[in-house]
């Protein structure tokens, strides 16, 4: 019998053929034991979060630790999670309950490390791109070039954009970025500055909601989760793309209680933390909990030009390597994002020195180099 189930009453010895029907209360115990400890804990859960706008209690930290800790480890069915994920899609996670999912994560998922050096660690969507083309794959390069460390994560093809992936737009320039070991993806971190966890190959647990995230046609809280998260440990700056406003808000919210103390969300394109160079780049500084917004004017540093949009992987590449040695279409966003970049890791007090680091990282083709180092390892 499960301890956390009452016995059903005694009906003593006296008990007479009325009684062969149990009472309504003994049949629901009878039935939350079948399902066993773990899923009938869930169902409670699953209660707390999807009982309706006025009586929705919500979850405190430990219990969303608690029920993503239960759906990483696979302790409850399908039909539950996919309950669990749309009812908090509906309703919208509090910050509470994004901390204790990420308290999850963290227990549970790879951990890479830069001892002595405070690294860029993004957090993008997982569902990829489809309109516009990537940069973040290309900024990573030339800011590793410079000796400034990134941290990137993402996985295959997911739900519901199946947009392109960062493994797909790596791989597609030469860098191979899955079926590799983490000691792979730290020996690489360690040496050149760059590296890709790959869900599949790094955090096969979260990879098992994948398929629940498939069948509810929409984006749960664990795609909010994805932008928050990192794998790296120690010191770094989070770069959390989002859209909507109140998304930001939750995230500043939810990384102060996990200890987050240098944050920076950007309304990047299609949610990422690509900035662009048609209007002013919406971002937001978050030191010790207070928020700093901050605006970046691409025409106050003569840049014009339109987002490139985005067609296919083969165009992508030729793109991606012209931009790398300072030519194409794609140059001008990449020198934009790698100054603002370099700007907001402090490398430069102003944005218009960061703007000359940037023209001639690309003119002497230093992402380039890198990219060359990492073919085929």
């Not at 696979?74 to 919208?92: C, K, N, S, T, Y």
């Not at 493994?167 to 590296?195: K, M, N, W, Y």
């Not at 603002?340 to 680091?357: D, H, K, M, P």
Request: hydrophobic share 40%; glycine share 10%.
């Amino acid at each position: 019998m499960s301890p956390l189930l009452p016995e059903p009453a005694s009906l003593g010895p006296d008990a007479t053929l009325q009684t062969t029907v149990p009472p309504a209360e003994d049949r629901r115990l009878v039935r939350l034991r079948a399902l066993g400890p773990e899923r009938s804990h869930f169902r409670e859960l699953i209660g707390k979060v999807g009982s309706g706008e006025h009586t929705s209690t919500g979850l405190d930290r430990q219990e969303a630790g608690v029920a993503m800790d239960l759906m990483l480890q696979g302790q409850v069915d399908d039909a539950q999670m996919g309950a669990f994920l749309i009812a908090h899609r509906i309703r919208r996670p509090h910050p509470i309950e994004l901390s204790g999912m990420l308290d999850s994560y963290r227990r549970w998922g790879p951990v890479l490390e830069t001892p002595g050096r405070r690294p860029l660690c993004f957090g993008v969507p997982y569902d990829g791109r489809s309109r516009t083309a990537p940069l973040l794959p290309l900024v990573a390069l030339v800011l590793a070039s410079d000796d400034l460390p990134v941290v990137l994560h993402g996985g295959d093809p997911m739900p519901v954009k199946f947009g392109v992936t960062l493994a797909e737009l790596f791989e597609s320039i030469g860098i191979p970025s899955t079926g590799l070991s983490l000691s792979d993806v730290q020996q690489r971190l360690d040496r050149h500055g760059l590296a890709l966890t790959h869900q599949p190959d790094h955090f096969p647990l979260a990879e098992r909601l994948v398929p629940v995230r498939d069948a509810i046609g929409k984006r749960p809280p664990v795609a909010s989760l994805e932008l928050l998260w990192t794998p790296h440990r120690g010191q770094h700056l989070l770069v959390s793309g989002f859209v909507h406003p109140p998304t930001e808000t939750r995230a500043w919210q939810a990384l102060q209680d996990c200890g987050e103390t240098d944050l920076l969300t950007v309304k990047g394109l299609e949610g990422s933390t690509d900035l662009p160079t048609s209007r002013a780049g919406i971002t937001a500084r978050v030191r010790q909990g207070v928020p700093e917004r901050i605006l970046l004017h691409p025409r106050d540093h003569g840049i014009t030009s339109a987002e490139v949009p985005w067609q296919s992987l083969e165009l992508w590449r030729s793109q991606a390597l012209a931009a790398l040695c300072g030519e194409g279409a794609l140059m001008p966003a990449l020198r934009w994002n790698v100054a603002a970049y370099l700007w907001f890791a402090g490398r430069f007090e102003r944005l218009e020195e960061a703007l000359e680091r940037a023209t001639g990282l690309l003119l002497a083709r230093s992402g380039e180099r890198l990219r060359r180092q990492l073919l085929n390892r």
